[in-house]
């Protein structure tokens, strides 16, 4: 059952409550024309590119993209300068992007709910494992990068 407590699992389930607002429950809400199309569509484009960049990195460094696993590296290069956890911040324009994309109105408090889940549920513990295996470059690098952005 580990399979099921991953990112991606939880990014599916917040992108299908999304998509049956929209389609069940919609009130006649929207963003309007064609400005949440665009921003909607370079959100998930973003999102994706950031994902790959990180998980590029992680593999370039060879250590593992899988939350629940230690790494065997601290990535501080590529992506990782900008933001500790670029693969949750993609999920994040991901699940944006589809709300904006879709029109799903009501759905737009499903972000704040999923940035706590991802904290709660990964990035608060690998982040304390990181600190317990790599102390001083994780202190220092911690002061240094932001965790989203």
Known sequence: ????????????????VAWWQKTSLSMGLSFGPVWADLLGGLLV?????LAALAVFEMRRMQTTIMPHQIAARLVTSGIFKRSRN?????????????????DAVLALPLIPIFIWVLEKRFIEKEEGN????????????????RRWL
């Not at 484009?45 to 590119?49: K, P, R, S, T, V």
């Not at 990181?130 to 990068?145: G, H, N």
Request: hydrophobic fraction near 55%; proline fraction near 6%.
């Open 1 to 16: 059952m580990k399979w099921i407590d991953l990112p991606p699992v939880w990014l599916i389930a917040a992108l299908g």
């Open 45 to 49: 484009g973003g999102g994706i590119i």
């Open 86 to 102: 670029p693969i949750y911040l993609g999920d994040v324009f991901i699940l944006t992007g589809f709300i904006l994309f879709w």
């Open 130 to 145: 990181l600190r317990r295996k790599f102390v001083a470059d994780f202190t220092r690098y911690a002061q240094q990068t």
